[in-house]
């Protein structure tokens, strides 16, 4: 039986997982926390590994099994994660394959709102923390618990945040640690609909909407809409794999579940 690894704590993650599971692959799937392993899906062909690794540890990992691919499933914005899994491909000398999500508007691809006086791009969060601190009003905060710190560093008043994570322990108690109140927390698993971001948008009186490019599975273009019809500004932070030329070998990035199922699925059965 074929062996594929994958990291995950996606979307794609998962359902790449359960697509490789039920057509007979044996799966490792490894995810950083114990919220990111109860969302995986229940099968006897899916080992789970919790708990962040270097590169060094994914080497020995690796090492126990003949895995035939390593998938990177990663989120767009975990850039340090994937370096690490590809300098463990290129010692372990395993195919790396990149799951990369697709950040744009499917829908109207040339819609990228550039222009919009609301809108505001930015390549870092450590950028847009500094423009948060020079503008006015309550802040809805959607890049995650991780971010949470270099924003509080920069921002005088801490009372403007209103901050949406994960509903885990990690999470909360960091946002904790930031100094951010229990009344301005919203520990949700998303991704959410336009109507119920317009209506935490509402509630929260948020002028400024701070958000990553995750694209549709992130739930992205529902926040912007919602953020549009309040008429809120948007800090956006790029999709960091958009701004650097990816340095993955020729045809070893894949845009969707379905094509890197496919791809794994015509290796495997050629080489029987």
Not at 156 to 166: E, F, G, I
Request: aromatic residues 8%; contains cysteine; charged residues 30%.
């Amino acid at each position: 039986m074929t062996r594929i690894f994958i990291f995950a704590g996606t979307t794609e993650g998962r359902e790449l997982s359960e697509r490789l599971s039920k057509s007979g692959f044996k799966i490792t799937v490894s995810v950083a926390t114990e919220y990111g392993a109860k969302l995986l899906p229940k099968s006897e062909k899916i080992t789970v590994l919790q708990g962040r690794l270097d590169s060094a540890q994914m080497i020995s990992v690796f090492s126990q099994e003949n895995y035939a691919f390593v998938v990177d499933a990663t989120h767009p914005f975990a850039t340090e994660v994937s370096k690490e899994i590809k300098k463990a491909c290129d010692c372990t000398k395993i195919p790396y394959l990149r799951l990369a999500r697709n950040t744009e508007n499917e829908e109207n691809p040339g819609d990228s709102r550039t222009q919009s006086k609301n809108f505001f791009y930015f390549e870092d969060i450590s950028s847009a923390a500094d423009w948060l601190e020079s503008q006015n009003g309550k802040i809805f905060v959607t890049t995650g618990s991780k971010e949470l710190p270099k924003i509080c560093r920069k921002l005088t008043d801490k009372s403007r945040l209103c901050v949406r994570v994960l509903p885990s322990k990690e999470s909360v108690q960091i946002c904790r640690e930031c100094g951010i109140s229990q009344e301005q927390i919203i520990a949700m698993q998303g991704p959410f609909s336009e109507e119920a971001n317009l209506r935490q948008f509402s509630e929260s009186h948020a002028k400024i909407l701070l958000t990553k490019e995750s694209g549709a599975k992130g739930g992205y273009f529902e926040k912007i809409r919602a953020a549009e019809n309040l008429g809120m500004k948007i800090a956006v932070i790029k999709n960091p794999e958009n701004l650097v030329k990816n340095d993955c070998e020729q045809g070893q990035i894949f845009h969707s579940v379905e094509e890197i199922c496919d791809k794994l699925e015509k290796t495997v059965e050629s080489e029987k």
